[in-house]
């Protein structure tokens, strides 16, 4: 099956979609028929890049499916980049049209990284309004032009340097992921999936759209997450699954009463790790653990999830239904349980590489098997443990730091609504800790007790060497922290007062 076939399986008066603009799966098939004959007559052919920008609606969906049914391949961009960063993708995956909830002026940035051609801009309004007014010939059946192997995504994920990188990702790897998500939570098409994740994001496409879709659900649309709003939306439309990253999850727990969300069956967490703190208290308050799960963009995105009847705290849960993941050490070779490596990915949701970047589709995947760069442990029962990131490793007098050991404790620490930590150069010891706080109300950080607290719990070589306390740490549009940014700040020279 392929992805724009997904829509194929709800029934006709099955409502696909609730929210501002709701929608029967047999209008969303009429509607993504009518996208996909303009799409046709305005010039867009197999092979060719469409770049998609718009926050969540349920024109997102109709375009995508529209795109990559006629054999094209789709560009979902981040609808907060700059018009700098919107023109390095499109000229990189030289793409010849963008569907955009507003025009953009890119021409000046465009021209300014060699873009050769001319970039059609299909304006979301402009676009209803011609479907409303007129009618355009059907586009061409491709028959078995498509296979699980055509190309359907490309998927800009975060460069740790420099530019992003473009994971090209297939019909197969798409559907595949899917499926195996539904194996892994059993979704049905009696489910109503909250999608409030921006739709660009992979776990929100896969997790929240394709597999929905693929169960025949119905998907209710946010534009974006506000607690208040989220909350009504989830009792309004009666919504049974959530998906949902650890600073939304951290304010249902607080703000929310217990009978808010008593329709829900899953909440599920992923996009960055999810503290022990903030899972046991939204545990408590609303009687069902959060199923954390892990996963990332050349993958589909999700690798693990914690199984529903038996979650474990901290710990990302175990691979999905057909995929092999193992836990190797610096040679390549399998850990003992209980031994901290890095985590490798084969199975049929794994990229096929990186866009125009043979070197580092190379380093990602080596004899078969996709390198994470995420460092983890396995326990006696399989389940998968993140240590953290094997860039934000932080080595001080030639030992293993891990950072999220030491935000666990902070998240832990009364008054501390959210944490990071990162590396910053030290002299004497190579690297140091910092570490990045944001306060609850009323609450005032007493630097000396917060030492004592954390050297009562951490060897001396762990404890950071000074704190900031800021009033939002970084985040992206999907609710995760950015240490990048915080790095950064370090790098340009900015010491702790000047951040704080």
């Not at 800009?156 to 197969?172: E, Q």
């Amino acid at each position: 099956m392929l992805v724009h076939q997904l829509i194929s399986r709800g029934a006709d008066d099955t409502a696909a979609f609730y929210g501002k603009e709701s929608a029967t799966y047999k209008q969303l098939r009429a509607a993504v028929a009518a996208y996909r004959a303009y799409l046709h007559h305005a010039g867009v052919r197999a092979g060719d890049t469409v770049g998609l920008i718009s926050r969540n609606a349920a024109e997102f969906v109709y375009s995508y499916l529209a795109i990559v049914s006629l054999g094209a391949i789709v560009v979902p961009l981040n609808f907060q980049l700059t018009a700098r960063e919107i023109a390095y993708i499109i000229n990189d995956a030289a793409a010849a049209h963008l569907i955009t909830a507003a025009a953009l002026d890119l021409d000046a940035e465009l021209a300014r990284c060699g873009y050769r051609g001319e970039l059609v801009q299909h304006v979301i309004p402009a676009v209803k309004a011609r479907l409303a007014a007129e009618s355009f010939p059907a586009a061409p059946d491709l028959g078995d032009s498509l296979g699980a192997d055509s190309p359907c995504a490309i998927i800009y994920t975060s460069g740790t340097t420099g530019n992003p990188k473009g994971a090209l990702l297939t019909h197969g790897n798409l559907v595949s992921n899917a499926a195996a998500f539904r194996e892994a939570l059993a979704v049905t098409a009696a489910d109503n999936v909250l999608c409030v994740l921006p739709m660009y994001h992979c776990f929100a496409w896969t997790c929240a759209v394709l597999n929905p879709l693929l169960c025949g659900a119905s998907i209710t649309i946010l534009e974006a997450f506000a607690p208040k709003e989220t909350i009504a939306a989830i009792k309004e439309y009666r919504v049974t699954a959530v998906y949902g990253v650890p600073p939304m999850y951290n304010l249902l727990a607080r703000i929310g009463d217990p009978g808010d969300l008593a329709g829900v069956r899953f909440f599920v967490s992923g996009g960055a790790p999810l503290p022990e703190k903030i899972a046991r208290q939204f545990e408590e308050k609303y009687g069902l653990p959060i199923i954390e799960g892990y996963g990332l963009s050349e993958a589909s995105p999700v690798v693990t999830l914690n199984p529903p009847a038996k979650t474990k705290y901290y710990s990302i849960g175990k691979p999905l239904p057909g995929l092999e993941v193992r836990v190797v050490g610096p040679k390549g070779e399998t850990v003992a349980p209980g031994t901290v490596g890095e985590i490798v990915v084969k199975g049929p949701s794994v990229m096929q590489g990186y866009l125009n970047l043979p070197l580092e589709t190379s380093l990602a995947l080596r004899d078969g098997w996709l390198h994470t760069g995420d460092l983890a442990y396995q326990d006696a029962e399989g389940y998968l443990f993140i240590v953290d990131r094997l860039k934000d490793l932080i080595i001080a007098n030639g030992e293993n730091v891990y950072p999220r050991e030491i935000e666990e404790l902070l998240y832990a620490y009364p008054g501390v609504t959210e944490a990071a930590v990162i590396g910053m150069p030290d002299e004497l010891r190579g690297q140091a800790a910092r570490a990045y706080l944001v306060l609850a109300e009323g609450h005032a950080l007493d630097k000396k007790a917060l030492r004592e607290y954390l050297a009562a719990n951490l060897a001396g070589y762990k404890l950071p060497r000074d704190y900031v306390v800021l009033d939002a740490l970084p985040k992206n549009q999907t609710g995760k922290i950015l240490k990048r940014v915080l790095r950064d700040q370090v790098a340009g020279g900015q010491t702790a007062d000047q951040v704080g």
